[in-house]
């Protein structure tokens, strides 16, 4: 299992770095090409949210991206590190503002997510949450016979 972690600080335009290097990985771990806009894609969405989580949050800590290689899957997990409630209230120290909005758009980025990625698992509690995503590794050509 092969493992390459990604930190950058959380800033929009790191966003698109952190999209290029998950579909280099991806590419290089065997995941059809078919499926790497998509991989782009949810990294992109998956990445800017948890950006605007740490800028709304005021978090200086940066955002957390693993991509894992297994033997028949690949995975990319990204990381924040910003408190969020238990049942789409505001979560504990958030300052007041539009938790409406922030909320909306937060489901609206899961939504884009799961419509890109068929096995996503999403994780989110008072130290920060995580958007894991898994596609399948195609097996080099030849090793199927």
């Known amino acids: 299992m092969a493992t390459v972690e990604l930190r950058f600080s959380a800033l929009p335009e790191h966003v ?7 579909a280099a990985v991806a590419r290089r771990a065997g995941v059809d090409e078919a499926v790497l806009d998509e991989v782009r894609l949810a990294v992109g969405e998956a990445c800017s949210r948890a950006v605007g989580l740490h800028q709304n949050g005021g978090i200086s800590a940066p955002v957390k991206v693993l991509l894992i290689e297994e033997e028949k899957q690949f995975s990319i997990e990204v ?12 979560a504990p120290g958030d300052p007041p503002g539009d ?20 096995d996503v698992e999403v994780s989110a509690g008072e130290s920060g949450g995580s958007i894991r995503m898994r596609w399948p590794i195609v097996p080099p050509a030849g090793l199927l016979d």
């Open 16 to 22: 698109r770095t952190a999209r290029l290097v998950a």
């Open 79 to 90: 990381g924040d590190e910003a408190p969020h409630a238990a049942s789409g209230g505001r």
């Open 99 to 118: 938790t409406d909005a922030e909320t909306e758009e937060d489901e609206m980025g899961l939504a884009v997510i799961s419509g890109l990625v068929d």
